[in-house]
């Protein structure tokens, strides 16, 4: 059966019909840009399924004609998901829909454009810890003492200051002299001198990082004209989800794409716009037809989750912000909800109430999966954690320690980027070490610093230090061949087109490596066993990658570890505990919002800040919280905490019309 006739065959069983007259709306729009403003629980991805489904049905669009880019990683995982249901697309016409994040379908066009802006297409992507150490080094180095003194008068912590700064004047797409003309930083001559060293670094280590993907992609369709109109052509069908979440970078990348009169559909709710911390612009939203005259828009005001007690009461709250679009959001499930507002002395007694009520709501019949903690920072909720281990009770700090993040994986990793990418000095300093290999710092020094002077690959400097006579220790000369063939080998297995699930096993298990490593340490250290199944673990995640994409090479399996990491909550049969900004996305027959008192929710920034904006986003976070429970909304607070008396209960409590 053809994708279109399979599509034909959904609408025909359970498609339409099974939507409300809005949702309708949304998935039979034809051509023009829409705007569709969504509330919680509005049924966005059910929307947007249908909506590419109708496409294809209707012979407007093929389906590596659409472009749908979403915020989040499981987003775009679901979306796949969904799409590949036999009676949607089924999975040939899922895998024609170029679904991703921003993040991943800008690396995607720049591995296809590498050369323009100096890189190979197989150039690595730092995150902002790896940015970090590069801000390290350059501090550490005496020969920039002057910076570093500069820098230790304003009292900050540099690298994390510093990091911070550039990603946010990156989503606004500044260069570091941009960014000294418009901003009013106190450090902001330092910071882009720093900046302009970190830039440099990421060229000659064949790199970017997460926010360069989206700048070096808006420049590229700005400067080349031909390859815009390229992508256009390409994807005549653009879908947005979660538009309020984009940053200006985000924001412009999509108005290129789409052009003024273009096919783009965005899915918004300017009233869950809680990410301006990262860079988010709500603005982009609220003014979209400043991008798009000509749009439509369409409102889905059902929520289908939450009973109509916590609809009413996060709806009231919110509509306090006067920077938002007017929306009425209405219960499709009705009344039935509970909103409970307890008050405890201090947070070791409300950690022991919830402790409580966690074990009564599971005694009732409600699955342990289905309760979530949140709150405003995740120091509220440790007090909680030591009752919950105490009874018994399993539970997940949600936005711990990823895979990707453990220190085993990231070693791992480095080993392939090294592979896929010779010119990364960053993933040899810590592959090389990774087990040390009786190779100290100065010689990886010496060998990054010959890999620099003479332009050659990392691996080729190892053997000239070996060869040149600046390293005297005989083991550390036979360390270094010995690492320079290993890898040398594995490259040439890479580009002779070996399938990326063996070469990875191939380069974890050489010898003097991480497998071996492990297995040594097994009889002597506890976690040696866990690292070895970590490392089992990538070997799948690689053979899944390949039966996804048979011809995927080992650079994108890369990128898929380091942008497609899983940042789902999971559905594990457990008690989880997040932040709120963590739980976005999420639901659960019963939500514990911890922690809500004044100057904590609304945060005492936002509270003394002199920007209105900083409150209204407070009460966007409040109004996510809310709407995360289905039946049950827990909103605690205390009277104490750490000792010290509290600001007593949130104004959001009084305007949800909760407590008096």
Same mark, same amino acid.
Request: charged share 25%; proline share 4%.
């Given at each position: ?27 039979a ?10 509330g ?16 294809v049905?209707?012979s407007?669009?093929r ?11 499981s ?9 590949a ?17 921003? *993040?991943?379908? $800008?690396?995607? /066009? ?29 501090l ?10 500069? =820098? ?16 946010l004047?990156?989503? *606004? ?11 009013? *930083?106190?450090?902001?001559?330092v ?6 060293h970190?830039? %440099?670094e ?12 989206? /700048?070096?992609?808006y ?11 390229h ?66 828009t ?19 709250? /919110? ?9 009425? =959001? ?9 909103i %409970? ?15 409580? $009520? ?48 453990r ?33 100290? %710092?100065?010689? /990886? ?16 400097? $190892? ?5 040149d006579?600046?390293?005297r ?17 594995l490259?040439?297995?890479? =580009?002779?087109?070996e ?41 799948? !995640?690689?053979a ?11 650079? !994108? ?6 942008? %497609? ?30 922690? $809500?008192?004044?100057?904590v ?34 909103l ?25």
């Open positions: 059966m053809s994708v279109t006739e399979q599509a034909a065959a959904l609408l025909g069983a359970a498609g339409s019909d099974t939507l409300t007259s809005e949702q309708q709306q949304v998935a729009h034809g051509t023009g840009p829409l705007l569709v403003t969504a919680p629980g509005a049924g966005k991805t059910s929307t947007i399924t249908q909506r590419i489904v109708r496409l049905r209707d407007i669009a389906p590596s004609e659409i472009l749908a880019m979403t915020f989040t990683v987003a775009a995982n679901e979306l796949r998901d969904r799409l249901d036999p009676r949607m697309l089924g999975q040939a016409g899922a895998r024609g829909v170029m679904v991703g994040t921003f *993040h991943s379908v $800008c690396a995607h /066009v720049l591995r296809n454009h590498a050369e323009l802006f100096g890189r190979t297409d197989a150039f690595s992507i730092y995150d902002a810890d790896e940015l970090g150490r590069i801000v390290d080094q350059l550490a180095d005496p020969s920039r003492a002057e910076l570093r003194e500069q =820098l230790d008068r304003f009292g900050h912590g540099p690298r994390a200051e510093i990091v911070r700064v550039m990603s004047a990156k989503t *606004h797409l500044l260069t570091p002299t941009g960014y000294v003309e418009r901003s009013h *930083h106190p450090m902001k001559t910071i882009a001198q720093v900046w302009q970190v830039s %440099d990421l060229a000659a280590n064949n790199a970017l990082d997460f926010d360069d993907l989206l /700048v070096f992609a420049a590229l369709f700005m400067s080349r004209p031909s390859v815009l109109l992508y256009r052509r390409r994807w005549p069908w653009v879908l947005v989800d979660e538009h309020q979440d984009n940053n200006w970078a985000q924001i412009w990348l999509v108005a290129l794409l789409a052009g003024s009169d273009g096919n783009v559909t965005a899915l918004a709710d300017d009233d869950q716009a809680i990410y301006r911390f990262r860079g988010a612009e709500v603005d982009g939203t609220l003014r979209f037809r400043f991008w798009f005259p000509n749009a439509t369409i409102a889905l005001g059902q929520n289908f989750r939450s009973r109509a007690e916590i609809v009413m009461a996060a709806r009231r709250c /919110v509509e306090h912000n006067r920077s938002r679009t007017q929306k009425v =959001l209405v219960s499709a499930r009705g009344p039935g909800g509970r %409970d507002t307890p008050v405890f002395a201090n947070e070791h007694a409300e950690a022991e109430w919830i402790r409580t $009520c966690v074990e009564e709501t599971i005694g009732s019949g409600v699955p342990v999966g289905e309760i979530y903690v949140v709150a405003r920072n995740a120091y509220l909720t440790q007090p909680l954690q030591r009752p919950l281990t105490e009874a018994g009770i399993p539970y997940r700090v949600v936005g711990g320690l990823g895979f990707y993040e220190a085993v994986v990231k070693d791992a990793i480095a080993y392939l980027e090294l592979i896929a990418n010779p010119r990364d000095r960053r993933a040899f300093r810590r592959a090389v070490q990774s087990p040390r290999r009786k190779i100290g %710092d100065a010689t /990886v020094d010496r060998v990054i610093e010959t890999a620099r002077e003479e332009g050659v690959e990392i691996t080729t400097a $190892c053997s000239v230090v070996a060869a006579g600046s390293v220790q005989r083991d550390t000369r036979a360390a270094l061949d010995q690492f320079a063939a290993a890898f040398a080998g490259r040439r297995r890479m =580009l002779a087109g399938p990326v699930d063996v070469v990875v096993k191939a380069a974890l298990s050489m010898p003097g490596g991480l497998v071996a490593h492990h297995q040594g340490r097994a009889s002597r250290r506890d976690d040696a066993d866990q690292a070895i199944e970590d490392l089992r673990t990538l070997c799948r !995640a690689a899944a990658h390949r039966r996804r994409d048979p011809a995927a090479t080992l650079a !994108a399996f890369v990128q898929s570890a380091m942008l %497609d990491a899983d940042d789902a909550d999971g559905a594990d049969d457990v008690v989880r505990i997040s932040t709120i900004h963590r739980a976005k996305g999420c639901e659960a027959h019963t939500v514990i919002v911890v922690g $809500c008192e004044e100057r929710l609304p945060s005492w920034r936002a509270t003394e800040s002199a920007d209105p904006r900083d409150l209204e986003e407070e009460r966007r976070l409040f109004y996510v919280a809310a709407t995360r429970a289905r039946k049950r909304l827990i605690t607070r205390s009277n104490a905490r750490r000792g010290r008396p509290t600001a007593g209960p949130s104004r959001f409590l009084v305007e949800a019309g909760v407590v008096a």
